[in-house]
C-alpha cells in the first residue's frame, strides 16, 4: 500500500473525476449526500461531494471514500507540534546541562558586587 509523502500514513489512491488520482484513506466509507454536510467524501466516481458519515447498515448508504488530505494536515500540524514541543524539552535540558556545567560561585571576583 502506498504511503503520503507528506505524513507517512498509509493511503489508498483512487481514480477522481477529472482523470487524475486522488490520494484517500485506505478504508472505503459510507455515507449520505448531505449539502449540509461540513464532511467532503468522494463518490465512487471520484467526484467530490457533501454528505454524513453513516452507518453502513444505515438507509440509503452509499460507498464511499475519505480524502487524505484533511487527515494528513492534522497528522503533519499534529507532527509540529510535538516537534516543537521536543525541541522545547530539548533547549530546556540544554540549559540545565550549561548551568550545571558552571561553578559554583555566586560573584565572579569573591566580593559582592
Ligand atoms: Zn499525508
Not at 15 to 26: D, M
Not at 73 to 95: I, L, S, T, Y
Amino acid at each position: 500500500m502506498p504511503k503520503c509523502r507528506k505524513c507517512g500514513r498509509q493511503i489508498a489512491f483512487i481514480p477522481g473525476s477529472h482523470g487524475s488520482y486522488i490520494p484517500v484513506e485506505p478504508r472505503p466509507i459510507w455515507y449520505r449526500p448531505n449539502v449540509r454536510s461540513t464532511i467532503t467524501v468522494l463518490n465512487a466516481d471520484g467526484a467530490y461531494i457533501r454528505a454524513d458519515d453513516v452507518a453502513a447498515s444505515a438507509e440509503g448508504a452509499l460507498k464511499g471514500w475519505m480524502p487524505h488530505w484533511p487527515k494528513c494536515e492534522d497528522a503533519v500540524a499534529f507532527r509540529k507540534v510535538r516537534a516543537a514541543a521536543k525541541a522545547e524539552r530539548k533547549a530546556k535540558e540544554e540549559a540545565a546541562r550549561f548551568e550545571a556545567m558552571q561553578p559554583k560561585q555566586t560573584t565572579m571576583f569573591g566580593g559582592k558586587q
